[in-house]
Nanobody, 126 residues
Framework: QVQLVESGGGLVQAGGSLRLSCAAS????????MGWFRQAPGKEREFVAT????????YYADSEKGRFTISRDNAKNTVYLQMNGLKLEDTAVYYC???????????????????WGQGTQVTVSS
């Protein structure tokens, strides 16, 4: 089992920044990918970014490239999502997810991730 706890969400004005954190615990040695997804009201949960836990390679959704940065601190078992230039359409619940070694699926697909956090709300106001 892997437990994930997100933090750092909140209310921010358009153009502002937030940094989300996701602390992982449990069987973290089995984790290969750590990703961020988001879900706006009435919409499907969508991929935001992911990072290879060991190598540090990153991959972003096209709409977030250049604005969001995913990073990790292996010593703290924590993944971060730095969000700059926030837009109204970034308003959503943001979820952290862990993909295990040997799991199938594309890195931007929900199926690739076995464990999910409870989510943290990000609200962007005008």
């Amino acid at each position: 089992q892997v437990q994930l706890v997100e933090s750092g969400g909140g209310l921010v004005q358009a153009g502002g920044s937030l940094r989300l954190s996701c602390a992982a615990s449990g069987r973290t040695f089995s984790v290969t990918l750590m990703g961020w997804f988001r879900q706006a009201p009435g919409k499907e949960r969508e991929f935001v970014a992911t990072i290879n836990w060991r190598a540090g390679n990153t991959y972003y959704a096209d709409s977030e490239k250049g604005r969001f940065t995913i990073s990790r601190d292996n010593a703290k078992n924590t993944v971060y999502l730095q969000m700059n230039g926030l837009k109204l359409e970034d308003t959503a619940v943001y979820y952290c997810a862990a993909g295990l070694t040997g799991s199938g699926g594309a890195p931007d697909s929900r199926e690739r991730y076995a464990y999910w956090g409870q989510g943290t709300q990000v609200t962007v106001s005008s």
